[in-house]
């Protein structure tokens, strides 16, 4: 069974930093392209940032440009998302997408549960 499974969330001060990692199982995320997604209460979901299947081309929104970092590591099959210089404006449940044909789609044919990002002082 295709399975993804978000970690790393929490409540973190304006300013601090986060890990979010992204667990594939019953496939290989290899031939996937993934994204990071973002809910904030009230707001429609809206994409953070993107990694290509092979790791060469990444995407991100402006508002987390010099901030995020989208990685990947085929050989444990699981995607990260470094956060730093965290904002109360990032706060919301991040959520990991998988798509085999399309690089940074809006609508990702697969999807993790989310975890929750909070930050506030």
């Known amino acids: 069974q295709l399975q993804l499974v978000e970690s790393g969330g929490g409540l973190v001060q304006p300013g601090g930093s986060l890990r979010l990692s992204c667990a594939a199982s019953g496939f290989t995320l290899d031939v996937y392209h993934i994204g990071w997604f973002r809910q904030a209460p009230g707001k429609e979901r809206e994409g953070v940032a993107c990694?290509?299947?092979?790791?060469?081309?990444?995407f991100y929104r402006d508002s987390v440009k010099g901030r995020f970092t989208i990685s990947r590591d085929n050989a444990k099959n699981t995607v990260y998302l470094e956060m730093n210089s965290l904002k109360p404006e990032d706060t919301g449940i991040y959520f990991c997408?998988?798509?085999?044909?399309?690089?940074?789609?809006?609508?990702?044919?697969?999807w993790g549960q989310g975890t929750q990002v909070t930050v506030s002082s």
């Open positions: 990694i290509s299947r092979s790791g060469g081309s990444t």
């Open positions: 997408a998988v798509d085999r044909y399309n690089y940074c789609s809006s609508k990702p044919r697969y």
